[in-house]
C-alpha cells in the first residue's frame, strides 16, 4: 500500500529543536518532490517546506533559517529537522508526496511548542 507516516512530534520549549520524520513507499519517494505542511485548528493547511530528487530546498518564510529538510534515499526517509521553535510553530505536520499528479498525505504528528 501506498503510504506516508510522519513520526517525532512532542511536546517541546520555546527556543528548543525537534526532528520529524516521514517514512515513504518507494513508488512516493521516487516521485520529485515530497514537502511538509502544518496545520492548527480553524487554519487552513500552511506549506513548511519542500525537497526536490536532486535535493533542492524551499521553505516558507516563517520558518526559512530555523528548519531544514534533507532525505535519505536508502531508507526512503524525509525529516524535518526544526531549531528555535516558536509557540506559532505548534500544529500537525504533515507529510505530503504524490503518486503521478495524485496528493498523498500522512496521518500527521503533532507539535507543540509551549512552556
Known amino acids: 500500500q501506498e503510504r506516508l507516516v510522519e513520526s517525532g512530534g512532542a511536546l517541546v520549549q520555546p527556543g528548543g529543536s525537534l526532528r520529524l520524520s516521514c517514512s515513504a513507499s518507494?513508488?512516493?519517494?521516487?516521485?520529485?518532490?515530497m514537502a511538509w505542511y502544518r496545520q492548527t485548528p480553524g487554519k487552513e493547511r500552511e506549506f513548511v517546506g519542500k525537497i526536490t530528487a536532486g535535493g533542492a530546498t524551499e521553505y516558507s518564510d516563517s520558518v526559512k533559517g530555523r528548519f531544514s529538510i534533507s532525505r535519505d534515499i536508502r531508507r526512503n526517509m524525509m525529516y524535518l529537522q526544526m531549531s528555535s521553535l516558536k509557540p506559532d510553530d505548534t500544529g500537525v505536520y504533515y507529510c505530503n508526496g504524490f503518486i503521478g499528479t495524485a496528493a498523498v498525505w500522512g496521518q500527521g504528528t503533532q507539535v507543540t511548542v509551549s512552556s
Open positions: 518507494a513508488r512516493i519517494f521516487s516521485n520529485k518532490v
